[in-house]
């Protein structure tokens, strides 16, 4: 009982967040990275805007194989210079609780890529009681070697 107790009190105060966690990506090369989703409640979908660092693009963006156990499915758009990213279920499926890879991008460094951040605002999302989660904004460091 009491280590029933001790996860749900953790779960409470851990907050929900999408993020990439940092990566190294050398100019004119590809990088393959996960996008996490830490929610500490059953998640119906979600979305984010993202926005790259001068140089790096996105050349795909995928389900990992955990989402599309959960029948998810994905929207994405470019929009004057951010990526909006939607997450949402085929059918009345939803995300766990959990940390988890939920989508893999594809990034390439043009020639000239420096380095610099991914940045992850304006994240929300829904509940299975179809009420709003707020997810933090996180920042990603993109190095190159």
């Known amino acids: 009982m009491l280590v029933a107790v001790a996860t749900l009190t953790a779960m409470a105060q851990r907050s929900n967040s999408i993020y990439i966690e940092d990566f190294e990506i050398a100019p004119d090369s590809s990088a393959m990275v996960n996008v996490m989703l830490a929610n500490n409640e059953i998640t119906r979908g979600f979305q984010f805007k993202m926005k790259l660092p001068d ?32 997450v949402y279920p085929s059918g009345l499926t ?24 991914i940045t992850i605002t304006k994240s929300m999302g829904s509940s299975e009681e179809n009420t709003t989660i707020y997810y933090d904004d996180s920042s990603t460091t993109v190095t190159v070697p």
Do not use: C
């Open 55 to 86: 140089g790096l693009e996105v050349d795909d963006i995928e389900l990992t194989k955990h989402a599309k156990r959960q029948q998810m499915n994905i929207a994405s758009n470019l929009t004057k210079g951010n990526w909006i990213v939607a």
């Open 94 to 117: 939803s995300l766990p609780a959990d940390t988890a890879a939920v989508l893999t991008i594809y990034f390439t460094a043009l020639p000239q890529f420096e380095g610099g951040r």
